[in-house]
């Protein structure tokens, strides 16, 4: 990403904000029980030998086979922990200023996963989005904050809450709820290509698989009857992960109508820190916008990130990007010191269970998880019977 505001972005943001009324999504928080007992990634997110995040710290710029490696390694993570899940690989090439004319292959990672019951178009998905690739320069250049952790965060708050979905969808449909259902939601996961400059950052030589995977969905029309029109309409939410793993972070709040999202993730930081479930000590908050009304935040207009092909197309986006104008990004950022080493670890599995929370209350999995600790989880029958209450509320029958 480039350390510059664009004051057009924020002007693009602005309009959309005015013209868009934010559509209610559903969100519903979890309980202390829950938060308490969600599975922490332990010596999963080990920079050795960890099943997670290790095989992701090594270089892996664009077309090489430590791309090709890190790729299969999501593969493989999907084929045996998330079976349930549709998998593919988006695939476009394009020159860049160092390929001396040749085409080089960016290949998008995108992992979905639907209520059972859901058709093709009819199904917005939350969608959790890091880049995967390594810059090209200084040699031998890592990536851990950028973005190698991002990536294992994600993978383990998909597989912590992949039970609970599962337990969600089969008493909805044993109930015979499933078709009281308004708002059908699914999950996605995108781990992009050729996020890096290969030499000066511009709009040509960046974001290479992000803007093609962008024009790609954008062509792609689901059925005319469809509740969305494309695959990109069909993202509830765009939540990018990027430069995460550094202590004590400072995220800013960039857009108005997802600024609510924001608030939700400030108010899970507040609950894991006063609840002692983060293992980083720091008093500082790192949602450092969330005290401040929808109409009063910072209007610089965000940092150039994967995210702006899909803003440009009108995409709600989260950006969760550590960055703040008092201090820049991470001391760490795009120098040879970026590795598993200067990770703050304590951080970075705090990270993967604020996403895990984030992604549980998005998709209303209060009820559906297993925990030993708590004696006070709701039953199935109750729960089931709970819902059937709140579906009836939500929808005009
Ligand atoms: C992308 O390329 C790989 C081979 O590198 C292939 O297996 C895969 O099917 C391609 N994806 C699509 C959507 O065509």
Redesign the pocket.
Known sequence: MLPSYRNLYGIVSLCISVLIFTPVQAYEKLSDETLSSLPRPNSDFDIHNGALLSPILQTRVPGTPGSTAVLNHFADFFQTTLPKWNV????STSKTPKSKGKDVPF?NFIATRDPPWAQVGDVGRLTLVAHYDSKIEPEGFIGAIDSAAPCAMIMHAMRSIDAALDKKWTALQQQGLDEFVEEVEGIQVIFLDGEEAFAEWTDTDSLYGARALATHWEDQFYPATSEFKTPLSSISMFVLLDLLGAQSPSIMSYYETTHWAYQNLGELEKRFKSLKQFKATSKDPWFIDTEKDVHNLTPSGGVLDDHVPFLARGVEILHLIDFAPFKGFPKVWHTIDDDGEHLDMDTVEDWSMLVTAFAAEWMELEGYFDHPKAASARRDEEHAASEAIRLNKKTEL
């Open positions: 593919e690989v988006h695939n290949r």
